[in-house]
């Protein structure tokens, strides 16, 4: 089991004008220099934000400014109200990031799937590889699919841990949605197949969705950690935990998930959209706090228990 020791706060926001800054990801560029990436939102909408970071010890910071790399597309398209940054990819020289794009499609309602961009690292800037999702709604995912982790293997083969929409349920004149976490494989990133059905259980009637899965291969298993929420006491996220020897068949165990809200702060109503790495044999977790970030994020150090 690893206890998450945290370390506080990173980023609140990406500028002045714009509110939240959540779904944080990092990739390493050199030594100890690394790319940042995450949403922030201005009008109501997400944009996603680059910038660098440098990891040392135990500490993580930004060393440049936060600069606008992705937009909301054009009225109509998938991500046309807004991304949300899911995960870094580097394969073959290239940096690719994985977004979800917005799209509301009536009151309380919306699509959630998933578009690719390759990143520069250097400049901070980042381009759209197609207009439409490279994983979206089909037959195996009629309301939506969002692609949170990817990883390629040794072999050459792109797999993905992501959420797909279950359901929408009426309740005080509101729409609530139910989703959870799926599987799926791919030669190059872009054309998927899903292996129908939930990896992760739904825990009770009580819980419905499941934030952002990230998954590493760490000590020849494969581990993740996500965002749940829906319980007879509380409505705001946790993040929870489940490991796998393959990354199909999975064990849920949320208490080993090693990390919980605060007594007080920017994290003591909510934690949620965990993000995991590793550096010079440290382990890390960035994850938001209350409000879906609106607060920010920050990052945990992992002991080992």
Known sequence: MIRWEKKGLILNTAKEDFTHASHPSMIQ????????????????????????????GDKINIISENKLALSPSKPGYFDSEGLLNCCFVK?????????????????????????????????????????????????????????????????????????????????????????????????????????????????????????????????????????????????????GYANSEDGINWVRNDKKSGINISDSGWDSESICYPYLFEHKGKKFMLYCGNNYGETGFGYAVGKND
Request: glycine share 8%; net charge positive.
């Open 29 to 56: 560029i050199d030594n100890d220099k690394y790319l940042l990436a995450f949403s922030s939102r201005k009008n109501k909408q997400s944009h996603i934000f680059l910038s660098h970071a440098e990891v040392k």
């Open 91 to 239: 394969n073959l020289g290239k940096f690719y990031i994985y977004y979800s794009g917005w799209q509301n499609i009536q009151i309380g309602l919306w699509h959630c799937d998933t578009g690719r961009a390759i990143a520069d690292p250097e400049n901070l800037t980042a381009k759209r590889e197609f207009e439409g999702p490279v994983m979206g709604r089909d037959k195996n995912n009629p309301i939506f699919a969002a692609a949170t982790s990817v990883h390629v293997d040794q072999n050459g083969i792109w797999k993905t841990w992501y959420n797909s929409g279950l359901s929408w349920e009426k309740r005080d004149d509101k729409w609530h949605a139910k989703y959870g976490i799926h599987y799926a494989t791919s030669e190059d990133g872009i054309d998927w197949k899903c292996k129908p059905g939930l990896i992760i259980p739904i825990k009770d009637k009580y819980e419905h969705s499941f934030g952002r899965p990230s998954v590493v291969y760490w000590d020849n298993f494969y581990h993740m950690w996500f965002a749940h929420r829906g319980t007879k006491n509380y409505t705001t996220y946790r993040i």
